[in-house]
């Protein structure tokens, strides 16, 4: 199938779904049609000596602004299709999505929020709009609407891909319905080798043998999280071990983290305590390499709560377990885990060593 046509498919997707999900804030569909079109002129002129790893890909941009760092993905023959819905202005970071048509929602339930602020990226891909999304995540904002949408959501390690963030705490990600598809946009947005798929004993990318050693944590030893996306993280867990993907070991030092959000939240904070909020990255630093140095990945739900209406989340902070590793650096996907009893999808949290993104994704892959 040419670019054209499959561009021209996720056009008429979005232009019969999105007035419903409210993922686009725009959509670029002249631009889209022009350069798919383009796409298809170069592969025709150079035939099988053009390497285009993602001719002809959909692909939605997190905000406005979006297109501005995606460079490597249209290089790589990706058609940008829109930019996805992000808090609007003025809002608290706390909040989801505003489309172009009003709230975003999450696909599986129009009453709840699909997260944030990867609002857009995650329904979009969710729905069927488009493969790949790209996100930013500063506190959880790929990981959570991962999660509450059920799709593959990867934050990246804080410094391997550029960001603009001053605080260093937002980094790039994606995502995407598959762990090979983000695997490909990992390829080429790092040009390392997208991981394949390991068998029992086979070594891993970045020098993991499966089954992986992974420690569980429900709660990073500080957290409040709900019963059920527990339960739910719990039982893909056990779905990995039974697979022979992980195997979970218990570290030498039980897990138990500062919780991070006071100085997380003093980082973003003009004139609050850098002091004390290095005193507590330092010290989470410290015990994580702890544990990495007796398991390869770390284990936890994604979110400690299920998806909430769109009042908001009350006073509970759904980043409680994930903006810990935008603290100290280290990469993270959150996977699908499963559906709560309100029909909303929860996620598993992998957490590896610094760098080892390639092991986070062949991991995923055999999930």
Not at 4 to 25: G, K, M, S
Not at 228 to 233: C, F, W
Not at 346 to 358: I, K
Request: proline share 10%.
């Amino acid at each position: 199938m040419r670019a054209a046509d499959v561009v021209a498919a996720a056009l008429d997707r979005i232009e019969r779904t999105d007035p419903q999900l409210c993922a686009f804030a725009e959509v670029w569909h002249d631009e889209a049609v022009r350069r798919a079109r383009e796409v298809d002129a170069r592969l025709d002129r150079r035939g099988t000596d053009v390497f285009l790893p993602l001719a002809g890909v959909p692909v939605a941009v997190k905000g406005r602004h979006g297109l501005r760092a995606a460079g490597p993905l249209l290089a790589a023959g990706c058609v940008p299709v829109g930019a996805t819905s992000v808090p609007g202005p003025g809002t608290p970071w706390q909040t989801w999505g505003l489309g172009a048509r009003g709230r975003t929602v999450n696909p599986w339930r129009a009453d709840r929020t699909p997260g944030g602020s990867s609002a857009g990226a995650a329904a979009a891909v969710a729905a069927g709009l488009v493969p790949l999304a790209t996100g930013g995540d500063g506190a959880g904002s790929v990981r959570i609407p991962a999660a509450w949408c059920g799709v593959v959501g990867l934050k990246t390690t804080s410094g391997r891909l550029p960001s603009g963030d001053r605080t260093g705490l937002a980094v790039p990600g994606v995502l995407a319905r598959s762990a090979s598809d983000a695997g490909l946009w990992w390829t080429v947005v790092s040009g390392e080798r997208a991981p394949a798929g390991v068998r029992s004993g086979e070594r891993a990318p970045a020098g993991a043998a499966l089954p992986v050693p992974a420690v569980w944590s429900p709660d990073l030893g500080f957290a409040d999280p709900d019963p059920e996306p527990v339960a739910l993280a719990r039982a893909a867990v056990e779905r990995l071990v039974a697979a022979g993907v992980v195997r979970l070991v218990r570290p030498r030092v039980p897990l138990r983290l500062t919780d991070p959000g006071p100085a997380w939240l003093a980082l973003r904070t003009p004139g609050s305590d850098l002091a004390g909020a290095e005193r507590i990255r330092a010290e989470n630093d410290r015990r994580l390499a702890g544990l990495f140095a007796d398991a390869e990945l770390l284990l936890t739900p994604t979110a400690p709560i299920a998806p909430h209406g769109h009042e908001g989340p009350g006073d509970r902070y759904s980043t409680s377990l994930t903006w810990g590793f935008n603290l100290s650096g280290h990469p993270a996907l959150s996977l699908p885990a499963g559906f709560g009893g309100d029909g909303c999808p929860a996620g598993l949290q992998l957490v590896a060593p610094l760098g080892r993104e390639a092991l986070l994704l062949a991991v995923a892959r055999e999930a």
